[in-house]
């Protein structure tokens, strides 16, 4: 549907809808050092331009959401998730809350400030790329898959607010793993993106997208157990970011390696 210059972000791995500026999205690069999300109009890829954050200097920057910034506020904020780890050796992962600005036909220059939580995995490191923010505060991150050889079931951590903290195992994630290698050759159930809202799950690998669909209201902890639909993915070069649009509804995807802007139409 569009594309945006991708030297703005030459490894956007993450993606979210605002919320509170309709027809915007942000995007998140994942190169180390990362400091800021770019805007863009969601029906072009027009670039706005970037939105700094007060304090932010990503390790491993992965995946972004966008929900209430606690339940029964009207507000929103922006969830940042420096969550990725290659080499599964990072002793804890960080989420960075911004609030959302307004913002008009330019993205304002002075940084925005962010609340940070520092939270531990129960088990050991793992290797997470996707994200997910329930509206009723609850916060889950989806390995990439288990194990450090990349290979088997990934697995749902979740905690119950935006706090310092250890995560809580809340089981395997029935993703079916690729028929063949995809884009980096990685073997397995390869999870590299996700969003949520009100009751459903969207997950993204290499080659695929899955929504879980539970109802209004649902314990984001439980939608493994939810059922599951299949969907096709674009056809992206290292396409690592999915998210639902303002409309709960639509989906959009990015290419990490093109610029390259999908948005599916809702099912």
Known sequence: MGSFDFTAAPEASGIAASRR????????????????LVVLRA??????????VLGFHGTDTEDLAVARCAPGHAATCVFIGDIGDNLAARDSIELLRVREPVLGPDVPSVPVPAERAILRYPDRPHDAEALLVADDGSIGIVTKAAGRSGRGAARLYTTTTFR???LRDSGRV????PAVAVATAVV?????GGDSVGGRV??????AI???????????RDFPSWPVTQLAAPAERQGEA?????DGCTLFTVSEESGALTMMECR
């Open 174 to 177: 029935g993703v079916p793993a």
């Open 242 to 246: 999915v998210a639902y649009g303002a």
């Open 43 to 52: 029906r072009t890829g027009r670039m706005l331009g970037r939105l700094h």
């Open 164 to 166: 310092d903290g250890i």
């Open 21 to 36: 500026n309709p027809g915007l999205l942000y995007v998140l690069d994942d190169g180390p050092g990362t400091t800021s």
């Open 202 to 207: 969207v997950l993204r690998t290499y080659d």
């Open 188 to 192: 397995g159930n390869v999870v590299t």
């Open 210 to 220: 899955y929504e879980f669909h539970g109802s209004r209201g649902g314990a984001l």
